[in-house]
């Protein structure tokens, strides 16, 4: 495979099963979750009558990947997972060898359900580690231990070939050496698939609560620019290929369902919160438990749908493909959006190539080593505002 500038992705659609549980709340986390399972069986009946309502979006797609997110999708049975699978199978026409990830805790991936989620549908484990040290999990609320971490990857690479892991760097307090001691560890592995990303301060979050009573200093920008870098250079001398900022993978183990995203592929999201995208339109449903499944039980859909302006399908391009290896491409640029984008694209971006940040090799417009870190900042600076 070309990584340079090939997808793992086929023409197929993607599928993602948002499972909103958790068993605490990380201390950063914004996303949409519930730490009462008391509804999960009316849960698992909604996304099924969402799955089923849902299929003639896919009437010309086959599903080439199916992704269970959240919260965590490690707290379900294994019955519910194969449940919600052969549903997809039920009313969609699947790919031969699809990409089915699970989202997973260290914590819920005892040696017996990593033994019986080898033998089910799952292909692919998304292993939430963090860190390997005690001090930042627990700074960051999570459910598992340093020993949790190691044990369930060691007893996962046993019984599963695809295994990605998060950590995250720029923790508070986190040195440079204990983020090196981090990444070491996590190559010990032999993980074929690394997603990395910096701690961020999200509002209406226990950490930014703890931040603004002043009981956490955040790691400043240069300290986590400092920590990617490290992370970048590690990986690369170690076979992996940054594919997009935050997701780091040997050839032949990007993550097709990351890659999709990223590469603006059709999806449907399923789950309160989750979104969907067919590239025309954007979707995304009622962020509520009780709400989510008493529209379903009606056979409604709880979904809200923005129709995306050319301007919108521009910036939005821009602004995923600065972030990955394939770039944005301003020929694609002039056949979808028309001259008036290629030129401002060109004249916004020239500040950028001549300071080193990004590049223009034929039509491809990317980021080089140092503007990677900068991407999202530079991406806004290349939005359309006005035109329309």
């Not at 340093?146 to 690479?157: H, R």
Request: hydrophobic share 35%; proline share 4%; glycine share 6%.
């Amino acid at each position: 495979m070309n990584t340079e500038n090939s997808s793992p992705f086929g023409d197929g659609g993607g599928l993602y099963i948002h499972i909103p549980f958790c068993k605490q709340a990380c201390h950063y986390c914004d996303f949409h979750f519930s730490t009462s399972f008391r509804k999960k069986e009316a849960m698992i009946t909604a996304l099924k009558e969402e799955l089923r309502l849902r299929k003639a979006e896919f009437t010309h797609e086959k599903v080439a990947t199916i992704y269970f997110g959240g919260g965590t999708p490690s707290v379900l049975e294994l019955e519910e997972i194969d449940d919600l699978v052969a549903t997809v199978f039920e009313h969609y026409d699947v790919e031969d060898k699809p990409e089915i990830t699970l989202e997973a805790n260290p914590d819920d991936l005892s040696l017996q359900k990593i033994q019986a989620l080898a033998k089910s549908p799952v292909n692919r484990l998304s292993i939430g580690i963090q860190s390997f040290f005690d001090t930042d999990l627990k700074l960051m609320n999570r459910a598992h231990s340093a020993d949790q971490a190691s044990e369930s990857l060691k007893n996962a690479i046993r019984y599963f070939d695809n295994i990605s892991i998060d950590l995250i760097y720029g923790i508070p307090d986190m040195s440079l050496d204990r983020w090196k001691k981090n990444i070491e560890k996590a190559l010990s592995f032999g993980v074929p698939h690394i997603s990395s990303y910096a701690l961020t301060i999200e509002p209406k979050t226990a950490l930014a609560n703890f931040v603004n009573k002043g009981l956490i200093r955040p790691a400043s920008d240069e300290v986590a620019e400092e920590h990617f870098h490290l992370l970048y250079e590690t990986l690369l001398q170690e076979g992996f290929v940054c594919y997009e900022i935050s997701n780091f993978g040997k050839p032949g183990y990007f993550s097709q369902n990351n890659s999709a995203y990223w590469q603006q592929k059709k999806y449907i999201g399923v789950g309160p919160s989750a979104h969907s995208f067919d590239g025309e339109r954007r979707g995304w449903n009622i962020g509520n438990n009780p709400k989510y499944i008493k529209a379903l039980e009606k056979g409604e859909l709880p979904m809200e749908i923005e129709v995306l302006s050319t301007k919108d399908k521009y910036n939005e391009y821009v602004m995923t493909g600065l972030r990955t290896i394939w770039g944005v491409d301003l020929a694609r640029i002039q056949k979808e959006y028309g001259e008036k984008y290629r030129e401002y694209i060109l004249w916004q971006s020239k500040k950028f190539r001549e300071e080193g940040l990004l590049t223009l090799q034929d039509t491809i417009l990317s980021t080089t080593k140092n503007g990677k870190f900068l991407a999202d900042g530079i991406a806004a600076d290349l939005f359309m505002i006005n035109l329309s």
